[in-house]
């Protein structure tokens, strides 16, 4: 008995001994390692991790704003996220909480005097979270928003001269294939402003009637299925991945649609159009007012023209103003101070603009800027 209790305990003592100095040998290091390695190793593979979705937030009404949307796709994938004015800032809110949001590419969408100071906090926000940033637009900027985007480092790609997709094209041609010319020229026809000194050379690489049925047809499928998110999208897709639009099922059919609406409405102008001393204006309800405003203007025959069509979840009107080659001011400018003061916002280029106008002061904003057109 002695001798089997002197064994025992001399047998258990040493194996419970060997656990005891090992656990502490290797629990030791284990407690070290993430005291001192694992936070930064982790911390940096966290943000890695967690860092890597691609954004482009853009126009969705127009040629110009999906163009840039497709190549922004083409050159660094991600997803799109396509807004009207309206909805423009709503978005903005939206991606500033996404944890994962590595970097951000806001395209076609200019600010108004209402937009710019929330816009720059947005923007702030995301730069405090090491999102990178690239705003590119041709509207009329206020320079002291500009100055400020530099300030927080915000990649800012503006210019007045050229339109958004052309920029685009422009500043991330090594990444894009040769087709992209295509769109952008697309973009810059449908824009006006395909004789600008980018926007030309561009055209000029492709058959002119070739490119001009082209940017019509795509167009027409963009202002028709503005209801359809998932459409848009859809051509966003099919042109980044170097579809022409004549390639892309049901678009010359569809375009025939609209052309077949649009000749309608020029009859609907001719018997609802009002006018004053400077403008021509109509209050559109079975279409697009962009689609509208054109005919307003020159069925006028006024300098400027205004088309506007309610916006029932938003409780605004959606206003588009166009003026002739004849018009003397800069109606971006003025559309968006006059806006801004009305509770709305607006802006755009000197002869083709947007707003967003609270219902109750729409006659104001049209009297009100007939008054400002010399």
């Known amino acids: 008995m002695a001798v089997s209790s002197t064994k025992k305990p001399a047998t258990k003592k040493p194996a419970t001994k060997k656990p005891a100095t090992k656990k502490p040998a290797t629990k030791k290091p284990a407690t ?3 005291a001192t ?31 840039s949307a497709a190549l922004i796709r083409q050159a660094f994938g ?35 005097k209402k ?31 500009i100055k ?76 028709g299925h503005q209801k359809e998110p998932d459409y848009l999208l859809y051509l966003v897709e099919e042109l980044a991945e170097s579809k022409f639009p004549h390639a892309i099922p049901n678009t010359f059919e569809f375009a025939q649609i609209q052309v ?38 020159g069925l006028s025959g006024k300098d400027v023209g205004v088309a506007y069509k309610e916006r029932i979840d938003h409780g605004i009107y959606a206003v588009s103003v166009r003026g002739s080659k004849d018009c003397k001011v800069h109606l971006g400018k003025i559309v968006n101070i006059l806006a801004t003061s009305l509770g709305g916002s607006g802006g755009g280029h000197d002869k083709a603009c947007g707003a967003v106008i609270p219902k109750p002061k729409i006659k104001k904003f049209i009297t009100e800027l007939n008054k400002k057109i010399k």
């Open 78 to 112: 991600g997803d799109a996220i396509l807004v009207d004015y309206p909805g423009q800032m709503e978005a903005l809110n939206q991606v500033v909480l996404d944890e994962k949001l590595k970097s951000l590419f806001i395209c076609d969408l200019g600010l108004s």
């Open 37 to 67: 390695k694992k936070p930064k190793t982790l911390t940096k593979k966290t943000v890695k991790a967690q860092r890597t979705k691609i954004i482009c937030i853009s126009h969705k009404e127009d040629c110009d704003g999906i163009s």
């Open 260 to 297: 077949e609406k649009l000749s309608q409405m020029i009859a609907k102008v001719k018997q609802g159009m009002k006018t004053m001393k400077n403008l021509g204006y109509m209050e559109i309800l079975d279409a697009g007012a962009s689609g509208a405003v054109n005919f307003v203007m």
């Open 115 to 145: 937009t710019q100071d929330e816009f720059i906090d947005i923007m702030t926000t995301l730069r405090k979270n090491k999102v990178s940033v690239t705003y590119i637009d041709h509207h009329d900027i206020d320079p002291d928003v």
């Open 148 to 223: 400020a985007l530099n300030k927080i480092k915000v990649k800012v790609i503006h210019d007045i001269n050229e339109c958004t997709a052309v920029l685009t094209y422009t500043a991330f041609k090594s990444k894009l294939n040769d087709h992209a010319s295509f769109v952008a020229a697309c973009a810059a026809i449908t824009d006006y402003m395909e004789t600008r000194p980018i926007g030309s050379k561009l055209l000029q690489i492709y058959d002119r009637q070739f490119a001009l049925i082209s940017a019509t047809v795509l167009t027409y499928n963009i202002v």
């Open 32 to 34: 070290k390692k993430p």
